[in-house]
């Protein structure tokens, strides 16, 4: 009889064990399916991936047809017309500015300078004895020993010789700087590439004598691509590559802002240091652009 109580009892008990086993199961499950989906979208806070840094702007390009331009360069003129009487330079010497290139007849301006200078120190000896006798005569007025008319005639005299003078000088300054022109110098420190007078040839004025060029920094000129110039920045950094294989770091110096409608480019110049003079005016190469970096030639 207490054995059949007993059974009713112990059937209940492990229906309720089986009842809290299936229920700690179920949550376990429950959070799993909660947290799974956070560890497949990227596991953060609020369940969303960081982004990943895009490296097209960061990757270089190559641009091809790079031609070495001069840093500076300009066409010298004669101000003067004559004989070139001397030529002092070579085709390919180096000179530095203020370095004698041309002589065109230096003897004829000079001896014009000078007669200009005699003519003005004359007229200036004259004037001051114009003027002393402008004095003279007002002071003898002073004392009744000489007329009005004679003090009058006196004074225009010296303002004659003055302005004479005045003209002699300015002769003069035109006569010395013709003399100096006739001496046709280096505007500044380069090569001469070129000339277009040899001496005994007449020259006359604003004629072209010679060209001259500064290669100590160069420029490598290229056409690039419209999309690829748009991630170029100034004093970015790029390097000039010869076809042997040379590599010359420098600095991206002018970007143009006409694009070629054919070609769809953009002209770019790259400055370059050339103090070994290894890169020539007209040399061939490519150019290796790093967008994102500073360029140091």
């Not at 702007?57 to 017309?81: C, D, L, N």
């Not at 691509?225 to 970015?236: M, Y």
Request: proline share 5%; aromatic share 8%; with cysteine.
């Amino acid at each position: 009889m207490a054995l059949s109580k007993s059974v009713p009892f112990l059937a209940g008990l492990m229906f309720i064990c089986l009842f809290v086993q299936w229920g700690q199961g179920s949550r376990g499950d429950l959070r799993a399916s909660i947290s799974a989906p956070e560890a497949q979208i990227g596991g953060g806070p609020q369940g969303i991936k960081p982004a990943q840094p895009s490296q097209a702007s960061s990757q270089s390009f190559r641009a091809e047809a790079a031609v070495i331009r001069p840093f500076r360069q300009a066409t010298v003129g004669a101000e003067v017309q004559g004989i070139v009487e001397a030529r002092n330079s070579a085709e390919g010497d180096a000179v530095n500015a203020g370095n004698v290139i041309f002589e065109i007849s230096p003897d004829l301006y000079k001896l014009g300078a000078d007669k200009s200078r005699e003519r003005m120190l004359a007229l200036k000896a004259a004037q001051e004895r114009a003027e002393q006798e402008l004095k003279l005569k007002e002071y003898l007025l002073s004392h009744h020993a000489a007329t009005r008319q004679e003090v009058l005639k006196a004074r225009a005299e010296a303002e004659i010789t003055e302005h004479r003078r005045n003209e002699a000088e300015k002769d003069f300054e035109f006569a010395r700087r013709d003399l100096e022109k006739s001496l046709v110098r280096a505007p500044f420190r380069g090569h001469i590439v070129a000339f277009y007078r040899e001496p005994h040839e007449a020259a006359q004025r604003f004629e072209q004598l010679f060209l001259i060029a500064d290669t100590s920094k160069v420029y490598a000129v290229v056409n690039v691509p419209e999309a690829q110039a748009a991630r170029l920045r100034k004093g970015g950094s790029a390097i000039f590559v010869q076809p042997a294989g040379g590599r010359f770091p420098g600095t991206v110096a002018i970007i143009g802002k006409a694009i070629d409608p054919a070609s769809r480019t953009k002209k770019v110049q790259v400055l370059i240091d050339n103090g070994q003079g290894k890169l020539e005016m007209g040399m061939l190469g490519a150019v290796e652009f790093f967008p994102g970096q500073r360029g140091n030639p």
